[in-house]
């Protein structure tokens, strides 16, 4: 028995918080915990791992593996299935995460469920619930393969100390360069000081009745007081206000804060797709009728100029 | 050069979804090309009209009612289809395994696709396929540049954005923002039902992934509105819910 394995999503040492919550979670499944960490000179990150549970925490340490490449992930992951039979692998949603586990599923030529946002795993069975049609409906599927696979959405699970032994084990290095077929020409870093939208606490999202960069801008005060994230619905990327990478719905980021801020948003039906399952929703919008208001913990009917301002200042005092 | 793109017809974004007897009802839900397939699609028209490519070929696995995506993308300007039928209830796996057949037989310079669909948001099937015809795969584009057999690609990253070079042939997946698909002109239309489709029957294997069951998520209940208040006085009860129910750290 060779327990649940958390594949540690990280980059330049900086451990996503997924991982903490995957690990904390894998807890509960009465298997032991792995944290599989890939990079180069990375064995410092394993306190870090066993504070949140990690009893074992498999380390492959090269130059091969110092940056994410999909080659020679998959060929190193695969050798170390094959060798220890783990009953599960979770990675964390991610952009990296859902290329790594549905390369590495088809070589094994086994099952994945992607985007889990629960999870049921014993005695190597895994159940998954998916939210499906962007949060329109759920699907609750079976990996029906070994070992069970699954990718996690960030934010579904609570980050928990659990104290784990953290025992080093180093694997034989299983990929060479001829398993790589990606070369990384550049990486250009997000700069904002803002958090990832995926993983923000809070989100603060701009709509139509921004009007422009000057309701923006009000959404990106309000943000930043709240250090969160800044999202926006369809109107606001396709005026060009926002980034696409900044697109809240369902054809763009699905985004599960603990509170959601609608500004200026109606909430056309792909928008609360991306949003619907955050634990608060507050909006701001003029239309009474805006579909936004049926989803909201909070809704003020008037005009986002007006209360954005005021809010700021009483959330000051 | 030949351009193959896979496409997936998927419910209209803005469709309401119900239940049926269990299952995901498509009753009166009107079809289209998975919006991402359709990026993929406008990419792979692009690359023709650069006199980069000379043939984009389509190609869709699903039911015969998916003839139609196949249609919608020659009519945008695609030069031929397969259409490979398929129960709707093949699992990732199960497709991949039938769309890499037919791309092993049509042996493209650049297979194309979106990233995800947006039905069931599982992003697997690319990925798959390039692992099953043995190709690197680049992830989430949102711009390429082809040249000496090589695909130079910006990408949607983890915290920014990265630029990969791979050996082509390759498996490339779009973003929806790396271009903006056209509308199929009234020719194009036309035009599009003399372009030959081929059909042909799914490999036949079995799913990995097994489905339990479909539900709707419980309808999240509005709470309290503020209507008809000025504007600072609900400005205030709003601070004062933020701070006293939803507890946020103010900076």
Sequence with gaps: MAGTWIFVDQKNGNIRKATFEMLSEAKKFGDEVSAVLFGKDVEGLVPELAKYGADKVYIADADIFADYNTGAYVAQLAAMISENSPNAVLFAHTFNGRDFASRLAQKLEAGLATDAIAAEISAGKGVFTRAIYAGKALSKVEVTTSPVLATIRAGVWEVVENGGAGEVVKPAVAATDADVYQTIKDFIPTVSARPDLTEADVVVSGGRGCKGPDGIKLVEQLADMLGAAVGGSRASIDSGWLGHELQVGQTGKVVNPNLYIACGISGAIQHLAGMSSSKFIASINTDTEAPIFNVSDFGVVADMFKVVPVLMDELKK | ?251
């Design chain 2, 1 to 251: 050069m030949k351009v193959l793109v896979c496409v997936k017809q998927t419910f209209d974004t803005e469709a309401k979804i119900e239940l049926k007897d269990g299952k995901i009802s498509n009753t009166g839900i009107n079809m289209i090309i998975n919006p991402y397939d359709e990026v993929a699609v406008e990419g792979g028209i692009q690359l023709k009209e650069k006199k980069i490519a000379d043939e984009v070929v389509v190609l869709s696995a699903g039911a015969d009612k998916a003839m139609d995506a196949i249609r919608t993308a020659l009519a945008m300007g695609a030069d031929r289809g397969i259409l490979i039928k398929q129960d709707p209830d093949a699992d990732e796996y199960a497709r991949a395994v039938a769309l890499a057949a037919a791309i092993k037989d049509e042996n493209p310079d650049i297979i194309l696709a979106g990233h995800v669909a947006a039905d069931d948001g599982s992003s697997q099937v690319p990925t798959r396929l390039a692992e099953i015809l043995g190709l690197p795969h680049v992830n989430v584009i949102t711009d390429i540049e082809i040249a000496d057999g090589k695909a130079v690609c910006t990408s949607e990253a983890d915290g920014g954005t990265q630029v990969t070079e791979v050996a082509l042939p390759a498996v490339i997946s779009s973003q929806v923002s790396w271009n903006e698909p056209r509308y199929p002109s009234m020719k194009g239309i036309m035009q599009a039902k003399k372009k030959p489709v081929a059909t042909a029957d799914a490999v036949a294997v079995d799913n990995k992934v097994s489905i339990i069951e479909f539900s709707l998520p419980p309808a999240k209940q509005a709470g309290i509105k503020i209507e008809g208040a000025e504007p600072p006085e609900a400005a205030v009860q709003l601070a004062d819910w933020m701070k006293n129910t939803v507890k946020v750290e103010v900076k």
